[in-house]
């Protein structure tokens, strides 16, 4: 079987913006000129950076209201987690279902797996790369949906009015919610995902 090389050791790099394989002695794409580079020196600490604001952030999201309601001159303040409760006790189970996952296990997912693939990718690993390929990639696709309690806000926002003397504000945490969100998609698109089989190269290398 014919040994496995990559695109730098065969004097390429692709484009990360549309994908075009260029020679490695080009600076801009020929396709799109954009600026051409083989590696990300500074993807280690722009995840570290992102991933780090997006803990903070998460922190207060879960600890402050994501929702004022306010109904007949009273105000009643909920978290994520008494949300979470309060609609399975009114049966609404499936929606429930909905907002813990999107707001609790997909966010703390992704915090663990983008801390692993930095953590691991820093040294020579013997794990995988397909396997970490997928994590990656699957941090990176529901990204974008970790803003549905975001979504849910805005929508009772608008819409819901229960009468003249009630009205449903978000709280500080659906700021804190959507800074978190952004910060750890942010830390995704910074990993290099490359660095995964420069390390793999490095494990064979030493083993």
Same mark, same amino acid.
């Given at each position: 079987?014919?040994?496995? !090389?990559?695109?730098?050791?065969?004097? *390429?790099?692709?484009?990360?913006?549309?994908?075009?394989?260029?020679?490695?002695?080009?600076?801009? *794409?020929?396709? *799109?000129?954009?600026?051409?580079?083989?590696?990300?020196?500074?993807?280690?600490?722009?995840?570290?950076?992102?991933?780090?604001?997006?803990?903070?952030?998460?922190?207060?999201?879960?600890?402050?209201?994501?929702?004022?309601?306010?109904?007949?001159?009273?105000?009643?303040?909920? #978290?994520?987690?008494?949300?979470? !409760?309060?609609?399975?006790?009114?049966?609404?189970?499936?929606?429930?279902?909905?907002?813990?996952?999107?707001? !609790?296990?997909?966010?703390?997912?992704?915090?663990?797996?983008?801390?692993?693939?930095?953590?691991?990718?820093? +040294?020579?690993?013997?794990?995988?790369?397909?396997?970490?390929?997928?994590?990656?990639?699957?941090?990176?696709?529901?990204?974008?949906? +970790?803003?549905?309690?975001?979504?849910?806000?805005?929508?009772?926002?608008?819409?819901?009015?229960?009468?003249?003397?009630?009205? !449903?504000?978000?709280?500080?945490?659906?700021? *804190?919610?959507?800074?978190?969100?952004?910060? #750890?998609?942010?830390?995704?698109?910074?990993?290099?995902?490359?660095?995964?089989?420069?390390?793999?190269?490095?494990?064979?290398?030493?083993?």
């Amino acid at each position: 079987m014919a040994a496995m !090389i990559s695109a730098r050791e065969a004097g *390429c790099v692709v484009c990360q913006t549309c994908g075009n394989v260029a020679s490695i002695h080009e600076e801009r *794409c020929p396709r *799109c000129t954009h600026r051409l580079s083989s590696r990300d020196t500074l993807s280690e600490q722009k995840v570290w950076a992102w991933l780090i604001a997006g803990l903070i952030a998460y922190i207060p999201a879960n600890i402050y209201p994501m929702l004022l309601t306010t109904q007949n001159f009273r105000t009643t303040e909920s #978290t994520i987690i008494a949300g979470v !409760i309060d609609l399975y006790d009114h049966h609404a189970y499936a929606v429930a279902i909905i907002v813990f996952v999107a707001s !609790i296990l997909i966010p703390v997912g992704k915090f663990v797996v983008i801390g692993y693939l930095a953590i691991l990718t820093r +040294s020579a690993h013997r794990t995988d790369p397909h396997r970490l390929l997928r994590f990656y990639e699957i941090v990176e696709f529901i990204g974008r949906w +970790s803003m549905i309690d975001v979504f849910v806000v805005a929508i009772l926002t608008a819409l819901v009015q229960f009468d003249v003397l009630a009205s !449903i504000n978000p709280g500080i945490a659906a700021v *804190c919610f959507a800074l978190s969100v952004v910060f #750890t998609m942010l830390a995704a698109q910074s990993f290099d995902s490359r660095q995964i089989w420069d390390r793999l190269e490095d494990g064979a290398h030493h083993g």
